[in-house]
């Protein structure tokens, strides 16, 4: 077990019903003015917006609102965002929608204080003042909601970087998991393989942290059998709360409590998605983690064993894969990249793009030819 710190500040509102607090919320932050940022307009089609502004008028909140935040979120929207509120003037930041329009909220909120936000995702210059941000969440996946990373795409550049601080953290983040029910199919699905793969991430590089551990396994089952569920009968609300939770949890420092996580099949996804953007997240994951899996486990063989027979019932990795593929399929995701329109000559710039620093990974420390490898395996 290594040495931790948990310390998760921010408020989580859990519920049907739950989204008209948001008013309330941005109030107590003495927040007089904000801005509600958005994507490409899902949140007009199931009365979350409706919600939202009806609670921020009852609160006395003024809003201003940015519409136009993509799927993978981009530096140039982010930018915009920023001249604004330098322009009108800003107190907090109401995010709306998934991890996309999260992540440029917390993009946004920092990128107000300093010259280049994008210098903060190169590690050129660290934040150190950032507005408050709130979230209505209506897709779980990433687990920004109650986490302090964003992920921004600079698309002149083609790369797709993190950036974490305490300061990004939202103040208090909605779930109200019924609105979750509009969502199309292979964004359910995508979720999903996402919050799964926040899960593998620990758990992979895990040894000795049992609690940990077990408590993952838990969640992985749980995600299962939540997207069977909802295979079946999309409108299930048990099965949409589950699932919303597990998707906070996969996220926010628990299920990573102790363990270094591994983090290279993220690494390998950003890269892809940096160069395709229109591939979501989860698709490229639910791509890459089982070459990722092949090409490791045996690195550390009784865990990766303990999965395959905990999850999978399976006598073997390399069976748990096959069954974790079939399972992909199930669900109509995608299990190669070559379904993803990704060319095989462009492997070798989606490796080189993926690397940073000269290695990569926990479980195993990857160079540039590793990941190659597993993309080939992928393909
Ligand atoms: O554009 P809008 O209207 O928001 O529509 C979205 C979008 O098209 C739609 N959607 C969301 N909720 C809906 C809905 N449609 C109907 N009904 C609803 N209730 O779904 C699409 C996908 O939304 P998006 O926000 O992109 O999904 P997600 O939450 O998966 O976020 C993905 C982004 O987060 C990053 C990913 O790399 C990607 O850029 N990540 C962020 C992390 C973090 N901050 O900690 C960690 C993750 O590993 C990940 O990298
Ligand atoms: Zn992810």
Same mark, same amino acid.
């Given at each position: 077990m290594q040495n931790f710190i948990f310390h998760n500040p921010t408020k989580i509102i859990f519920g049907? @019903?739950?989204? @008209?607090?948001i008013g309330k919320e941005v109030k107590k932050s003495a927040a007089k003015k904000v801005l509600l940022l958005a994507g490409s307009g899902s949140i007009k089609n199931n009365s979350v917006y409706e919600q939202i502004t009806a609670s921020l008028k009852g609160s006395g909140i003024e809003w201003f609102e940015l519409w136009g935040v993509k799927a993978n979120p981009t530096l140039e929207h982010a930018q915009r965002a920023i001249s604004i509120i330098k322009e009108i003037g800003i107190d907090a930041i109401v995010a709306a929608g998934g991890g996309s329009v999260i992540d440029e909220a917390k993009a946004v909120a920092a990128g107000v204080f300093v010259d280049d936000i994008w210098d903060a995702y190169l590690g050129k210059i660290s934040i150190s003042k950032a507005l408050p941000i709130f979230t209505v969440l209506t897709i779980s996946a990433t687990g920004s909601e109650m986490n302090p990373t964003s992920v921004l795409s600079n698309e002149k550049a083609q790369k797709k970087l993190p950036l974490a601080s305490q300061l990004l953290r939202p103040l208090a983040s909605i779930i109200d998991p019924s609105v979750q029910s509009s969502l199309p199919w292979e964004q359910t699905v995508n979720g999903g393989i996402d919050i799964l793969a926040h899960i593998f991430e620990s758990y992979f590089a895990g040894s000795s942290q049992e609690v940990t551990i077990a408590l993952n396994e838990s969640l992985m089952k749980t995600v299962i059998n939540c997207i069977d569920t909802l295979a079946q009968d999309e409108k299930n609300y048990s099965a949409r709360a589950n699932l919303a939770w597990t998707a906070t949890l996969a996220l926010n420092g628990i299920s990573a409590a102790g363990i270094i996580g591994d983090w290279a099949s993220h690494r390998i996804e950003h890269s892809i998605s940096a160069v395709h953007t229109n591939i979501a997240h989860g698709t490229g994951l639910g791509v890459v983690f089982p070459a990722w899996i092949k090409y490791v486990y045996k690195e550390n063989i009784e865990l990766f064993q303990r999965w395959a027979k905990n999850i999978w019932n399976a006598n073997s990795v390399e069976q748990a894969i096959s069954l974790f593929q079939q399972k992909l399929k199930d669900w109509k995701a995608p299990t190669k990249l070559s379904e993803l329109g990704i060319k095989y000559e462009e492997l070798d710039f989606i490796a080189s793009n993926s690397l940073e620093t000269p290695t990569l990974g926990v479980v195993k420390l990857l160079n540039q030819n590793d990941v190659l490898e597993i993309l080939k395996l992928a393909y």
């Amino acid at each position: 077990m290594q040495n931790f710190i948990f310390h998760n500040p921010t408020k989580i509102i859990f519920g049907k @019903n739950t989204i @008209n607090a948001i008013g309330k919320e941005v109030k107590k932050s003495a927040a007089k003015k904000v801005l509600l940022l958005a994507g490409s307009g899902s949140i007009k089609n199931n009365s979350v917006y409706e919600q939202i502004t009806a609670s921020l008028k009852g609160s006395g909140i003024e809003w201003f609102e940015l519409w136009g935040v993509k799927a993978n979120p981009t530096l140039e929207h982010a930018q915009r965002a920023i001249s604004i509120i330098k322009e009108i003037g800003i107190d907090a930041i109401v995010a709306a929608g998934g991890g996309s329009v999260i992540d440029e909220a917390k993009a946004v909120a920092a990128g107000v204080f300093v010259d280049d936000i994008w210098d903060a995702y190169l590690g050129k210059i660290s934040i150190s003042k950032a507005l408050p941000i709130f979230t209505v969440l209506t897709i779980s996946a990433t687990g920004s909601e109650m986490n302090p990373t964003s992920v921004l795409s600079n698309e002149k550049a083609q790369k797709k970087l993190p950036l974490a601080s305490q300061l990004l953290r939202p103040l208090a983040s909605i779930i109200d998991p019924s609105v979750q029910s509009s969502l199309p199919w292979e964004q359910t699905v995508n979720g999903g393989i996402d919050i799964l793969a926040h899960i593998f991430e620990s758990y992979f590089a895990g040894s000795s942290q049992e609690v940990t551990i077990a408590l993952n396994e838990s969640l992985m089952k749980t995600v299962i059998n939540c997207i069977d569920t909802l295979a079946q009968d999309e409108k299930n609300y048990s099965a949409r709360a589950n699932l919303a939770w597990t998707a906070t949890l996969a996220l926010n420092g628990i299920s990573a409590a102790g363990i270094i996580g591994d983090w290279a099949s993220h690494r390998i996804e950003h890269s892809i998605s940096a160069v395709h953007t229109n591939i979501a997240h989860g698709t490229g994951l639910g791509v890459v983690f089982p070459a990722w899996i092949k090409y490791v486990y045996k690195e550390n063989i009784e865990l990766f064993q303990r999965w395959a027979k905990n999850i999978w019932n399976a006598n073997s990795v390399e069976q748990a894969i096959s069954l974790f593929q079939q399972k992909l399929k199930d669900w109509k995701a995608p299990t190669k990249l070559s379904e993803l329109g990704i060319k095989y000559e462009e492997l070798d710039f989606i490796a080189s793009n993926s690397l940073e620093t000269p290695t990569l990974g926990v479980v195993k420390l990857l160079n540039q030819n590793d990941v190659l490898e597993i993309l080939k395996l992928a393909y």
